[in-house]
Each structure stands twice: as structure tokens, then as C-alpha cells.
């Protein structure tokens, strides 16, 4: 939730100043919270687990690097109960080991939004960006894509890819970054790729 000093809460107990170590978000939302997956516990990690089950059973978008990359495997997630079982082993399992986490926004208590990413030895990549339908064009797909840059800073990591490089939206949100490169301290490169400057 945002105070009216401009900081976001951030997960359980995590809180980001936006204005001052967030550039990505300056204006305040006020109902907005984000929560990263690997420090929920309790009721926010089984939100966040029910939340992936769905959009898992009806939000994958077929142009997608992971809507791609599950190919024949989006069958086990048309049936309600396979789905429920293959989305907690990979949350509570996959995700440790292989390095993947996930950043949901939350407005009015509900979840609204995630923007999934992988971390590979130097780098992060974000595979799975989504909002809901009634807030797309708002800037809310950006601004999860910001609080990424930010992991990916205090993280240490030297760069972030946006996907493949190959779905509009995802280049919408490279381009945007690209024009603000200097207030962000980043370089934007092609492929989706954005460094991280010191």
C-alpha cells in the first residue's frame, strides 16, 4: 500500500521509497501493492499461487516466450484440479531451484498483475508480464517491469532482457525505458536487452 510519503509495500514487510530509489515509479497509485513471490507466506502465498493458476488455465498469451515455451505442456492446465497440483509443485518447488520469481501487484486487496523472471548467472529475464484486461494501457505492466530493474540491481546482476524481443507489448515497455535511459541509469540495448550502469 502507498503512505503519503510515496513508499510502496512491498511484499510482507519490504518497503521501496518510490520517488527516490524508483524512478520507474514516480506517481503515487493509492492502492497499490506489490508483493514478491519468494517473500510471501500465508494467506499472500496462496493468493499468489490461485492467482497463477488462473491466469496458467486462461491468461497465456500464445505470442508469448511462455506461452511458447510450454507448447503441448498448456494442456495440463485446462483441467481445474491438474492445474491446482502442477502450479503448486512448480511454485513451491521449480521456482527455488531454478531461480524464477515473481513480482504481483495487488490494487483494492486483489491481485492484478505479475511480472515473472528468471535469473541466469549475470543476468534476469523476464518471461511473463500480464495485467489485467481493464488496467492494460496504464502503465501498471511498466511499473513491474521497473521493481524488476530494481531486484535486478540490488541483486547485482548486469542486465535484464524483456522477453525474446519479439512481442509488441514487451517492446512497447523496452522503447519507454529507452527514452528515459539516462534518469533510469541504463542503457537500452536491441533484443530487449537493458545494462545496468552503476
Not at 132 to 142: I, S, V, W
Not at 176 to 184: C, Q
Request: hydrophobic share 35%; glycine share 12%; aromatic share 10%.
Amino acid at each position: 500500500m502507498v503512505d503519503g510519503g510515496g513508499v510502496i509495500s512491498y511484499g510482507s514487510s519490504v518497503r521501496v521509497p518510490i520517488r527516490s530509489a524508483n524512478p520507474v515509479l514516480e506517481e503515487t497509485v493509492s492502492d497499490l501493492r506489490v508483493g514478491c513471490f519468494s517473500n510471501q507466506e500465508g494467506r499472500d502465498r496462496r493468493d499468489a499461487i490461485s492467482y497463477l493458476a488462473r491466469f496458467l488455465r486462461t491468461g497465456i498469451d500464445s505470442e508469448s516466450e511462455f506461452g511458447q515455451g510450454l507448447g503441448w505442456k498448456r494442456h495440463l492446465f485446462e483441467n481445474s484440479l491438474t492445474n491446482w497440483i502442477v502450479t503448486n509443485y512448480f511454485c513451491n518447488n521449480v521456482f527455488p531451484k531454478q531461480g524464477l520469481d515473481a513480482h504481483f501487484m495487488y490494487l483494492s486487496g486483489q491481485i492484478s498483475g505479475h511480472a515473472a523472471y528468471q535469473r541466469k548467472e549475470d543476468d534476469l529475464h523476464i518471461f511473463s508480464v500480464a495485467v489485467n484486461p481493464e488496467l492494460r494501457g496504464q502503465g501498471y505492466a511498466k511499473r513491474l517491469c521497473g521493481l524488476i530493474i530494481n531486484e535486478g540491481r540490488s541483486l547485482g546482476v548486469q542486465r535484464i532482457r524483456f522477453g525474446t524481443g519479439k512481442h509488441p507489448a514487451m517492446k512497447k515497455i523496452h522503447e519507454g525505458f529507452s527514452k528515459r535511459e539516462e534518469k533510469l541509469n541504463i542503457v537500452c540495448q536491441e533484443g530487449n536487452w537493458v545494462m545496468l550502469r552503476e
